[in-house]
């Protein structure tokens, strides 16, 4: 265990510096003369966070923008890491695979948490259920790829099957079958598993949002005859409108990104690759920066729009309250 | 990433979730909608078959990695092996596995402690950064008196719709080559990790510092509190419940990090955390996979802890400001 000692003494001088640090910002502005301690407070305060921030995301992102048009040994090369992206086979089928994840992952999870949602809103050990689904959301990515790959494990016909799902496959008569390495349907069962870990995050705060309905509403539908799918329909739905929103533009964002799904159970191969997990393999494994970059910034591009819109329906509803 | 800043909502509903809490030895003092509410409950056993089985659904995924991690080898590669759900057959059982992961000697070996020690030795010092400055920071684009305040606190807002993917090419170059930090320390990872929680961080404590009432903090400055004395008497210890929430984010997203540590961890057992430990070991087919879930299951553990030990704050935070993408 000799590794400890030379690692926590790492850790305690780094915290001791910072430590230094926000002290010696104190002191400074403690013993600032009356005429400049209110400003310079105000900029003792805010000078480490902001140039941590421009350092590290300003900065780069402008960079990583100019970046996009240059090629491998850094000549300006106009569009052509675009060109590349729009007319090659294999940066295609990442294309597609992406849109294929940014359309299934935010419908599929948030189906999934408003219905279990719903029935827990109406079920005993409310508590229990509701931590067993958002469970998934504490457990890394690449565990969660572990799990999975588990899960979907492949043994050859005629030998026991290691897998739940390829047992029930042979129990049921069907012929195991190979799930992360068939394409085009292996995307989809990568999907899966962004699912299994989305929803909890839906179900938690649609499950808020369903309690915040009020009652009385539901009571008065409920007496106008309307049955439980109307009163759900023109009820609860239409009360939980801004927090679906959320849900599905915060999980299409969260989505647009993964990386470490694709990256631990097929790094990329059998045509499941993505932009995020493309951006990285062009960026630090073909060394190809110029591309990786342009895969960042369609990225940004793609995001964008969501998070403008995502702002705008909040500040309506601001509005309206 | 973003976003419900809709505090008053969130505190509705938490509200209505104690008091239903509450309710549920019924007291006379009970409003009519819950008492009705808690009716419908008793009475909806379709609901309940139906939540218990997408529950389980859920569930199997996670507790087949359990339980494959303590069977032997043998059952889990090989001629003789076969589904974990057999254990409940043979119940043959094993700890070897976690021995192996973590105590087993070599260059063969997964090695874990030394990572589990490296991903604590990160999340540590990069929570404390993250919590101290983005308190800082928010507490003055709230409390402090400059011009384009609201402006500057729309573009930190704005910050975060970067992906982290646009920021680690040339952050990288500007580490190594501009900066000459020195491969194999934690220097790095917890630098990129702190600058990546900042945003959001900021954000989160804003929207809780803002609603401090200003009769308290004009309070202190009548008695002569200056910002420094304000921000550490009265803005933090009042702001520990947002503290909180913001602590187990951060805790969990460096966590459970795979892509920062890749480009910045240079990879080895002086600093690389357990996410990417893990994927190395399995993406690597071999003979070794029998290990695959005791070694997950050991990177899980903590997070789970985490989770389990603080879900109140964990789910109060993310229904006060949201989540990081």
């Known amino acids: 265990m000799e590794f400890l000692g030379g690692k926590f003494l790492q850790v305690f001088i780094a915290l001791a510096v910072f430590a230094a640090l926000i002290g010696l910002i104190m002191l400074i502005v403690d013993r600032a003369p009356k005429s400049v301690k209110d400003r310079l407070t105000i900029v003792g305060f805010l000078a480490p966070a902001v140039i941590l921030m421009l350092v590290g995301l300003v900065y780069p992102a402008v960079q990583t923008s100019i970046l996009a048009f240059t090629n491998a040994s850094g000549q300006p090369n106009g569009a052509d890491n675009f060109v590349w992206m729009f007319t090659q086979p294999e940066a295609l089928v990442t294309l597609r695979n992406t849109v294929i994840w940014t359309v299934l992952v935010p419908l599929l999870s948030t189906g999934f948490g408003l219905a279990y949602a719903v029935f827990i809103d109406k079920a005993r050990g409310e508590k229990v259920l509701k931590a067993l689904v958002f469970m998934p959301m504490a457990i890394s990515f690449v565990g969660a790829g572990i799990i999975w790959k588990l899960v979907y494990d492949y043994r050859g016909p005629g030998i026991e099957q290691t897998g739940v799902i390829n047992a029930l496959r042979v129990m049921l008569g069907m012929d195991p079958k190979q799930f992360l390495l068939d394409a085009p349907e292996n995307t989809i069962f990568l999907i899966i598993v962004m699912v299994w870990i989305q929803t909890g995050f839906a179900m938690v705060i649609l499950s808020a949002a369903i309690k915040g309905v009020p009652m009385e509403l539901v009571e008065a539908a409920r007496l106008d005859g309307a049955n439980a799918w109307e009163q759900f329909r023109n009820v609860t739905v239409p009360g939980i409108r801004g927090s679906l929103v959320v849900v599905l533009t915060t999980i299409t964002i969260a989505t647009l990104k993964v990386f470490d799904i694709v990256r631990t159970m097929t790094a990329g191969n059998y045509d499941t690759s993505v932009v995020a997990n493309e951006m990285y393999t062009q960026a630090f494994r073909a060394g190809e920066p110029g591309r990786g970059a342009a895969l960042a910034l369609i990225l940004f591009l793609l995001v964008l729009p969501i998070v403008v819109y995502n702002a705008r329906v909040l500040r309506q509803q601001r509005e309206i309250r | ?325």
């Not at chain 2, 917890?190 to 009769?215: D, Q, R, V």
């Open chain 2, 1 to 325: 990433m973003t976003v419900m800043p809709a505090p008053d909502e969130a505190a509705n509903t938490s509200r209505t979730q104690t008091r239903k809490d509450k309710a549920r030895p019924a007291t006379p003092e009970d409003s009519a909608p819950i008492m009705r509410r808690v009716k419908t409950k008793l009475t909806s056993r379709w609901a309940t078959a139906a939540a218990v089985i997408i529950a389980t659904i859920w569930t199997v995924p996670t507790f087949g990695l359990l339980v494959s991690s303590i069977r032997p080898a043998a059952k889990q590669v090989g001629p003789r092996s076969d589904g974990w759900w057999n254990f409940f057959a043979d119940w043959d059982f094993t700890f070897k596995n976690y021995v192996d992961v973590t105590a087993a000697a070599g260059s063969q070996s997964a090695n874990l402690s030394q990572y589990f020690v490296n991903s604590l030795a990160i999340v540590i010092p990069v929570t404390v950064f993250v919590l101290v400055l983005a308190s800082m920071a928010a507490y003055m684009f709230a409390w402090g008196n400059f011009k384009g305040r609201e402006w500057a606190f729309i573009i930190v807002f704005a910050l975060q719709i970067i992906p982290l993917q646009m920021a680690l090419i040339p952050l990288l170059t500007l580490f190594t080559q501009v900066l000459q930090i020195p491969p194999g320390s934690y220097t790095q990872l917890w630098i990129a990790h702190t600058m990546f929680g900042l945003p959001l961080g900021i954000f989160l404590l804003h929207n809780f510092i803002s609603e401090i009432p200003g009769e308290v903090i004009e309070a202190a400055k009548v008695d002569g509190a200056d910002h420094t004395t304000i921000f550490w008497r009265i803005i933090l210890p009042l702001s520990v419940p947002a503290l909180a929430s913001l602590a187990i984010f951060q805790f969990l997203w460096v966590w459970n990090d795979l892509l920062v540590a890749l480009v910045f961890s240079g990879g080895t057992a002086d600093v690389a955390p357990i996410t990417q430990r893990l994927a190395e070991i399995s993406g690597t087919r071999g003979n070794k996979d029998y290990l695959n879930p005791a070694a997950a299951f050991v990177s899980i553990i903590v997070p789970l802890a985490v989770f389990f030990g603080l879900q109140r704050y964990f789910v109060r935070g993310l229904l006060a400001g949201g989540l990081k993408g």
